[in-house]
């Protein structure tokens, strides 16, 4: 067993019932890291060509990091990998709390789900073994209620759950997988996935440790990496007010889409801030297990029509903030909270509901969907009511609600007239960053394999700040001058590779967004901080980033083999044809070609095929992918 892993994985059959454990070589480990990188050779491994993501065949992958669970800040992270019914590509979503830890501390790094059920059922996780339990009782539950009874069931308070709601049952597309009450691993739609296969939840006890191989040294690092946070400006802010501090910031680049994507100003944003919710609403803040930075928000609203079940509750956050405000026109942010509250335990992803509802909210003051289509429901802009109506109508799959439940870009084709204000890519709803503020973004969305995600090139929204926020990335890269200027296509090619390869890294290790995402910490000492776990040598440019970028070009060959085309790399109509109107990004568009033919060149990607190069894939390590694309 390497150092940092538990080094062996769970296989559930649940077509055949069977649990079976797995062990993995060192090498497996080595070469992908965990999380992300694991999950992804296995996917590329298991799955065949032409699959729908609702076959049984399909797999969902639960995994963890070499990081995950250490006692050190911001590694609290797990994955979430399957096939997407939204992309039909790799689709990966990850989240933060106490499940994966909880999970690794079974002695398992990872689990992987195939197959289908007949009836409900629940996978049992304990040390060193898995059991496949019914669940017909929990089907129909919302995600908190099913937290509880099998809390109850098991008799354990300290189980930790990941289950979907009503929405992953219904096989809503972009339903999202809950643990710890409103912890969300939510894009891509794997909660469908586990809903087609009646899977309801995964829950698991234990107490074994992760092995450290420079334990006390490891020690001494955290303390002084938890000492740095703590000092911190950027992230006694973050603390205070949550990741919706970027509204205010953001909004003066025009980077906060509005209306549907429409718009860059609007008069309610002072009533939906950060600050804002200090001020009303907010308990609390939460961190994840063994976290200083406490980024989660707790929030009460205990009367009034929006008054929320438990008090206090999981609050929503910037994507959410935006997606259920801004982009709809709302400026309740009591409202918005209760919306949130609703998706958790529905269990559906913030960032597409709101896209969702705000496609909606354009299609009818067009007057492609009637009153009549939405059950009764006005859903004018800046509605709050009709955009709580219109979850419940998506979750239920009632009237208008069936096809809204099949995501923005299916949906544009079953009303006719709507495609040009359709914003996803890859058939995946656009995160809560305008690239039209940032070109290096718009570039981002175009080249990342999940679509329309924004976390896995996070520091390419702060170069809206006007300069690269970790200094080592400036290092490495290298950047050319125009890079600095968010608005200019020059340059932006480097910078974002160099981001993607670095953040596939975190995502593989399990380490938390935030931790990259601000200049606190030089990244540069992050591998280094991996080896103190694990052992290997790993230095930042030959082995951190080439792992990285190995894990890239295996996700991108994934796609291939699913059926990628240089089309995939499209950005929507209203990013590339329809100049901001207003705000700090005015008149400006995303100028995509060629940024994007310098990135293909950068990455040594054939311009026509999309495929990575024979010689690029034998560089990595990766000769039967190269073998599998261009024999």
């Known amino acids: 067993m390497p150092f940092g892993y538990m080094g062996k994985i769970l296989r559930v059959d649940l077509t055949t019932e069977a649990v079976e454990t797995e062990e993995l070589p060192e090498s497996l480990y080595q070469k992908y890291i965990g999380g992300l990188g694991l999950a992804a050779r296995i996917l590329y491994d298991d799955l065949p060509k032409d699959l729908d993501p609702l076959d049984p065949k399909n797999e969902v992958i639960f995994m963890t990091g070499p990081y995950t669970g250490v006692p050190a800040p911001a590694s609290a992270r797990y994955e979430v990998v399957t096939l997407s019914p939204q992309t039909g590509f790799l689709g990966a979503a990850n989240a933060g709390g106490f499940f994966g830890p909880t999970l690794k501390k079974t002695g398992f790094d990872g ?8 009836n409900p059922l629940y996978l049992w996780v304990t040390e060193d073994e898995g059991e496949l339990r019914d669940a017909q009782h929990l089907w129909g539950q919302d995600t908190y209620a099913t937290e509880d009874l099998i809390r109850k069931e098991l008799d354990n308070d300290r189980i930790r759950v990941a289950c979907i709601g009503p929405a992953g049952e219904n096989l809503v597309s972009y339903a999202a997988i809950i643990c710890d009450r409103g912890r969300a691993a939510a894009r891509s739609g794997g909660a469908m996935v586990l809903g087609s296969k009646k899977l309801k939840a995964v829950a698991c006890f234990g107490k074994k440790q992760v092995q450290i191989a420079h334990k006390s040294k490891f020690k001494e690092i ?28 953001q909004y003066i680049f025009g980077d906060v889409p ?13 009533k939906v801030t950060g600050h804002a919710m200090y001020k009303t609403i907010l308990v609390r803040d939460k961190a994840c297990l063994g976290c200083v930075i406490s980024c989660k928000r707790h929030v009460r609203i205990d009367k009034g029509k929006y008054k929320l079940d438990e008090n206090p509750a999981s609050g929503p956050e910037y994507e959410t903030v935006a997606a259920l405000g801004t982009l709809c026109m709302i400026d309740n942010i009591y409202a918005i909270a209760k919306a949130n509250d609703l998706c958790n335990r529905y269990g559906l992803d913030t960032i597409s509901t709101g896209s969702v509802i705000a496609f909606a909210m354009e299609c009818y ?7 009549e289509d939405l059950n009764g429901i ?6 709050p009511n009709a955009m709580i109506a219109c979850i419940k109508l998506i979750t239920n799959k009632e009237k208008i609600g069936s096809i809204l439940a099949l995501g923005t870009k299916k949906a544009s084709k079953e009303i006719e007239g709507s495609e040009k204000f359709a914003v996803t890519v890859k058939g995946l709803e656009v995160a809560m960053h305008d690239p039209r503020s940032n070109q290096m973004l718009g570039l981002h969305y175009a080249t990342t394999p999940f679509g329309g995600r924004h976390s896995s090139g996070s520091e390419a929204i702060a170069t809206g700040l006007g300069s690269l926020p970790s200094p080592d990335l400036d290092f490495v890269a290298k950047p050319d001058e ?4 968010r608005l200019s296509p020059i340059g932006k090619a480097r910078p974002i590779i160099t981001i993607q390869d670095r953040n596939m890294m975190f995502d593989s290790a399990g380490l938390c967004i935030w931790l990259v995402s601000m200049p606190v910490i030089p990244t540069h000492y992050l591998p280094a901080f991996l080896s103190l776990i694990t052992g290997w040598r790993m230095s ?17 060959a994934f796609n291939i083999k699913h059926g990628f085309t240089m089309k995939d790399c499209e950005l929507p109509h209203r990013l590339i044809k329809e100049p901001a109107v207003d705000g700090g990004s005015k008149g400006h568009v995303v100028y995509l070609e060629p940024m994007l033919r310098e990135y293909f060149k950068i990455r040594q990607w054939d311009w026509e095929t999309g495929k990575p ?16 694309l261009w024999s």
């Open 222 to 249: 955290a303390t002084i990496f938890n000492k740095k946070i703590l000092k911190d400006a950027i992230f006694k802010t973050l603390k205070l007010y949550g990741s919706e501090m970027l509204i205010s910031l």
């Open 365 to 371: 003051e067009k007057g492609l969907i009637t009153k």
């Open 540 to 556: 930042y440019r030959k082995i951190f980033l080439k792992t990285g970028e190995r894990i890239s070009n295996l996700i991108h």
């Open 378 to 383: 006005d859903l004018k802009w800046g509605n």
């Open 482 to 485: 125009r890079a600095l200027d």
């Open 613 to 628: 190069k024979r010689e690029k894939l034998i560089e990595l390590g990766l000769d039967d992918i190269a073998d599998d």
């Open 111 to 118: 689990i992987v789900i195939r197959g289908a059920a007949k």
């Open 258 to 270: 509005i209306k549907n994507w429409k718009q860059s100003t609007f008069d309610g944003i002072e």
